[in-house]
């Protein structure tokens, strides 16, 4: 019988969990014994009477800083692996730190995250955090973009959401996980990296359409309609590169790109594509 993966968050908002635990995925992630999401209270280890977590920095600044004494105790209390084993591998386990100087989130990263047994989410606050606790305690830092959050909290939620729906078992259709934006799936042998008419592989996401087949005049894709399966993986594989190079383009550089994508781009580029009208 598989275990279940665990993940801790530290935070100074305990009570902010209670609605992003609660609901989809992650709630059923939970319910069916595939995840154990514990949230710990920073300021349950602090020895002074007003439970302070934060100090100024050495040097003067602006802002406060998160301690290192309550997340050294806190994490030493859960009982991990030590960090040399962590970083080597031989556990498997990490301790992430939610800081906007970490790491870009990825679908990669929440894929190698899924594959852990544990994984502990230290939510930064104020202006950050001791850095004692990024050389010494976290296995890296992670950054769910390009952009300032008052703290890690909100960080946290997104990357439990993107790694629980990972789980085997705890998406009622797996293989939907394979055939999203983002997604690249190294067994994938087919045109256009698509091993079915739904292959995504490294690229925005398809258009959707759904009945009815006509709505105020506006008709599905004749494409669609067809029931020609290669028709339908052409139509949508041609529509992803279309949106990814208009919203994404960094994409591209990472996808896998048949000989026909690229003629394709190239021909989007030079604007000898007319757009199929729908």
Same mark, same amino acid.
């Given at each position: 019988?598989?275990?279940?993966?665990?993940?801790?968050?530290?935070?100074?908002?305990?009570?902010?969990?209670?609605?992003? %635990?609660?609901?989809?995925?992650?709630?059923?992630?939970?319910?069916?014994?595939?995840?154990?999401?514990?949230?710990?209270?920073?300021?349950?280890?602090?020895?002074?009477?007003?439970?302070t977590v934060d100090d100024r920095p050495?040097?003067?600044?602006?802002?406060?800083?998160?301690?290192?004494?309550?997340?050294?105790?806190?994490?030493?209390?859960?009982?991990?692996?030590?960090?040399?084993?962590?970083?080597?591998?031989?556990?498997?386990?990490?301790?992430?730190?939610?800081?906007?100087?970490?790491?870009?989130?990825?679908?990669?990263?929440?894929?190698?995250?899924?594959?852990?047994?544990?994984?502990?989410?230290?939510?930064?606050?104020?202006?950050?955090?001791?850095?004692?606790?990024?050389?010494?305690?976290?296995?890296?830092?992670?950054?769910?973009?390009?952009?300032?959050?008052?703290?890690?909290?909100?960080?946290?939620?997104?990357?439990?959401?993107?790694?629980?729906?990972?789980?085997?078992?705890?998406?009622?259709?797996?293989?939907?996980?394979?055939?999203?934006?983002?997604?690249?799936?190294?067994?994938?042998?087919?045109?256009?990296?698509?091993?079915?008419?739904?292959?995504?592989?490294?690229?925005?996401?398809?258009?959707?359409?759904?009945?009815?087949?006509?709505?105020?005049?506006?008709?599905?894709?004749?494409? %669609?309609m067809s029931g020609n399966h290669e028709?339908?993986?052409?139509?949508?594989?041609?529509?992803?590169?279309?949106?990814?190079?208009?919203?994404?383009?960094?994409?591209?550089?990472?996808?896998?790109?048949?000989?026909?994508?690229?003629?394709?781009?190239?021909?989007?580029?030079?604007?000898?594509?007319?757009?199929?009208?729908?």
């Amino acid at each position: 019988m598989v275990s279940a993966m665990k993940a801790d968050i530290v935070t100074i908002f305990p009570d902010f969990f209670r609605g992003p %635990l609660d609901y989809g995925i992650t709630r059923r992630a939970q319910e069916m014994g595939l995840a154990k999401i514990q949230v710990h209270d920073l300021r349950e280890f602090t020895h002074d009477r007003h439970r302070t977590v934060d100090d100024r920095p050495f040097g003067g600044g602006e802002g406060m800083v998160l301690k290192p004494e309550p997340i050294f105790e806190c994490l030493e209390s859960l009982a991990l692996a030590p960090r040399e084993e962590r970083l080597a591998g031989r556990a498997k386990q990490s301790v992430v730190l939610l800081s906007a100087q970490g790491e870009r989130f990825s679908q990669k990263v929440a894929t190698e995250l899924a594959l852990l047994d544990r994984v502990v989410l230290v939510c930064g606050r104020y202006e950050g955090v001791d850095e004692r606790v990024t050389d010494f305690l976290a296995d890296r830092e992670l950054s769910i973009g390009d952009y300032i959050l008052s703290g890690g909290e909100m960080a946290a939620a997104v990357i439990v959401e993107a790694v629980m729906r990972l789980l085997p078992g705890a998406v009622g259709n797996e293989a939907s996980t394979q055939q999203e934006s983002f997604t690249v799936d190294v067994k994938v042998k087919s045109l256009g990296g698509a091993d079915s008419t739904c292959g995504s592989n490294g690229l925005l996401d398809y258009p959707h359409y759904t009945r009815p087949a006509e709505f105020r005049g506006i008709a599905v894709p004749e494409a %669609l309609m067809s029931g020609n399966h290669e028709e339908i993986r052409r139509w949508r594989r041609q529509r992803a590169l279309e949106k990814t190079l208009r919203n994404r383009p960094d994409l591209l550089e990472d996808a896998t790109l048949s000989e026909e994508d690229k003629k394709y781009i190239v021909a989007i580029k030079r604007g000898g594509i007319e757009k199929q009208k729908i």
